[in-house]
């Protein structure tokens, strides 16, 4: 794919040894060639969403509580038990030591799939899980499977009561305060909530083993108050007792209503090949909440539901798991950009089939977001296949960037280009950020809700998605006077934090989000020669590891000084590089360093080994590990050095 090396620009950079512009060009041949072969017919790149144990366990539960034909309920269970850690626990990141939750979850599954309590690998979850309080400390979302098996009582719950529904969106209270994610997937349960379904099962495939205390499941597990919490956590306790009081005395007419009007919605927002969101939780628990409605498996909804969850499924070895999402779109538009940095030109023919097929992907019609941006016309790409209701603005900006920089013709297709920018500027929130997906999400009060203990009910705007709207600005043409990038400019100044980086929403973490905003500033023309890019880029290179590389570890999240920190990984090498380079600093020592880091350690098919989860789902809490990362960054990263080399 590259050039040759050029002697006159390498005796420029001496003191280095004569072979390495001659390697550094080979690897990006390599490189490139490799992500090449991962392209399907199609157009598109298409690789697996790793995220953990739970999401398999849930589709158990999911057959279970439907009935359905349990023929892949010991593939399922396989794959369960492969992931078990030596420990008994099941991870939610790679290297976390296992996590409470999954590891319930997980051993749940594995019950209700027939295995014995006294199973060996049952023995070790057991410990492991009473070791750390027991089942009664997992989270709402796990305490909801359980109740629905009658494992744990429903009053236990933190309810969202499905009147919720009835509250109009002009009045700031409605669900559309809450975020795409949130809302696809609450307004389900909340069905499944009013009407508290349990599926008794045999008491030996129960997991009452897993209690400190028999009176926990039903007796103590109830929201409460404490003085650890906020005063905010606290009144939505207090809250929450009144609404549980409530449930026992609706209104009939007023449930019915509530009840009919979130079925609509719910039947509304299932896509014709029957998805929800694009993502496992919504998906899951819509089919849930239509059957405690009285739809029956082979109805059409259903039927269709179900259909879609299996096209999540893959399978490996005899065992099947289920993935949290998929994400075509992504990385089709991320791996069109690393090719075109490494030198493919525009209009070649992988990537016109792969401009031909996102341009197909572009969502012409309104979603949810239309609700506080009603005049504004569609035009976004969303994350998956399928998800009309939901085009994010990640995902925009990254297409119209590859667009523009792939095709041969981008003039050819300047409406939807247009469509693209305009839709994201749109969506630009009154402090002058973008977020994921809607505009104004802003009420992060409502974090303190008890059922909300993922802590990510709310979409704000936040730095990589404001950055990445800047860079499609700016590689649209516009620049750092337009009005839009004026307001970017000044959140992204407002968000740094004093060591000079920026926290990353959407990677891990501050190597992500420091990479995103220099490459926004980059493309934009902010002058890069400012003291708080210059802060920013010592940051980076303080935080280098001792063999070149960088890396950032999960832990980072819910343990601030940890940020930076981590061992090294292709993907978070690559971030930290392209934002040295946009920096400025691509003759720096740091930046030769991290080049030679993965020219040194492309393996024999010219791909990277990774291992590490360096995708964010909810912060500290749904780690994602994407397994195109380690051929697409590094890629960028050595075709932007050679660039930037004079190569």
């Known amino acids: 794919m590259g050039g040759k090396a050029n002697p006159a620009v390498a005796a420029k950079l001496r003191p280095v040894p004569d072979t390495f512009f001659t390697r ?24 697996e969403l790793e995220s953990n144990v739970s999401i398999t366990a849930e589709y158990v539960m999911l057959h279970r509580f439907l009935g359905l034909d349990g023929s892949k309920i010991p593939r399922m269970a396989a794959d369960i038990l492969n992931r078990q850690l030596p420990n008994g626990g099941w991870s939610i990141w790679y290297g976390d030591g296992g996590e409470l939750s999954a590891t319930v979850e997980a051993y749940f599954a594995l019950k209700l799939a027939g295995l014995s309590p006294e199973d060996e690998p049952m023995v070790r979850a057991r410990n492991f899980i009473l070791a750390r309080g027991g089942a009664l400390k997992t989270r709402v979302f796990t305490r909801i499977f359980l109740a629905l098996f009658g494992q744990v009582c429903w009053d236990g ?7 919720f529904m009835l509250i109009p969106p002009w009045s700031g209270l409605s669900i559309y305060e809450f975020s795409s994610w949130t809302r696809a997937t609450v307004v389900p349960l909340m069905i499944i909530m009013a009407q508290r379904p349990v599926r008794f099962i045999p008491p030996e495939q129960g997991v009452a083993e897993l209690f400190l205390d028999p009176e926990e499941p039903f007796e103590k597990h109830r929201v409460t108050w404490g003085a650890d ?7 939505f306790a207090v809250l929450d007792r009144i609404l549980k009081l409530y449930q026992r005395v609706a209104v009939p007419f007023v449930r019915r209503l509530a009840l009919a009007k979130a079925e609509k919605w719910v039947l509304e927002h299932e896509e014709e090949t029957g998805d929800w969101a694009g993502i496992q939780p919504a998906m899951l628990n819509s089919i849930l909440a239509l059957s405690c409605q009285g739809y029956g498996v082979n109805s059409d909804p259903v039927r269709r539901g179900l259909k879609a969850l299996e096209f999540f499924t893959l399978e490996e070895n005899g065992r099947l798991r289920l993935q949290s999402c998929i994400s075509p779109v992504w990385d089709t538009a991320l791996a069109v950009r690393a090719l075109a940095a490494a030198g493919l030109p525009p209009g070649h023919p992988a990537l016109e089939k792969a401009g031909a097929w996102l341009l197909s992907m572009q969502i012409l019609k309104p979603g949810d977001w239309s609700i506080k941006a009603p005049h504004l016309p569609p035009g976004g790409w969303a994350f998956e296949f399928v998800n009309n209701w939901y085009p994010d603005l990640d995902d925009t900006s990254v297409v119209v960037a590859a667009l523009k920089e792939a095709l041969a013709d981008p003039e050819a297709h300047r ?22 997906f809607d505009k104004d999400n802003t009420k992060v009060w409502l974090n ?15 730095e990589d998605i404001t950055a990445r709207v800047l860079e499609m600005m700016g590689i649209m043409g516009y620049g750092p006077d337009h009005p839009a990038a004026v307001r970017g400019l000044e959140f992204i100044r407002r968000t740094q934090q004093p ?12 190597i992500y989000g420091t990479w995103s905003v220099l490459a926004g500033l980059k493309a934009i023309g902010e002058d890069m020669g400012q003291p708080y890019v210059h802060r920013a880029a010592r940051w980076l290179k303080a935080h280098q590891n001792p063999d070149g590389g960088w890396g950032e570890c999960c832990e980072c999240y819910p343990h601030k000084e940890m940020e930076g920190c981590g061992p090294t990984t292709a993907s978070q090498t690559a971030w930290a590089l392209l934002g040295l380079m946009a920096a400025g600093e691509a003759l720096a020592p740091e930046v030769r360093s991290g080049i030679e880091y993965l ?11 990774e291992e590490q989860f360096t995708g964010t789902g909810f912060p500290g809490h749904f780690m994602i590990r994407y397994h195109l990362y380690r051929d697409v960054f590094p890629l960028w990263a050595l075709g932007q050095y050679l660039k930037a080399s004079g190569q």
């Open 599 to 609: 020219v040194n350690h492309q393996n024999d098919e010219g791909r990277w080994d």
């Open 415 to 436: 409406r939807a280009l247009e469509l693209g920018l305009n839709w994201c500027l749109g969506m630009q929130s009154k402090n002058g950020g973008f977020a994921s």
């Open 157 to 163: 719950i933190p309810l969202l009561p499905v009147e």
């Open 499 to 510: 060591d000079g980086s920026w926290w990353g929403r959407w990677g891990v973490n501050c």
């Open 24 to 47: 550094l060009a080979r690897a990006v041949d390599r490189a490139g060639d490799a992500l090449l072969r991962l392209q399907h017919p199609e157009g598109y790149w298409w690789a």
């Open 448 to 462: 303190a809700i008890p059922f909300g203990d993922l802590k990510a009910l709310v979409d704000p705007p936040t």
């Open 229 to 235: 919490k906020s005063l905010l956590e606290n009144a």
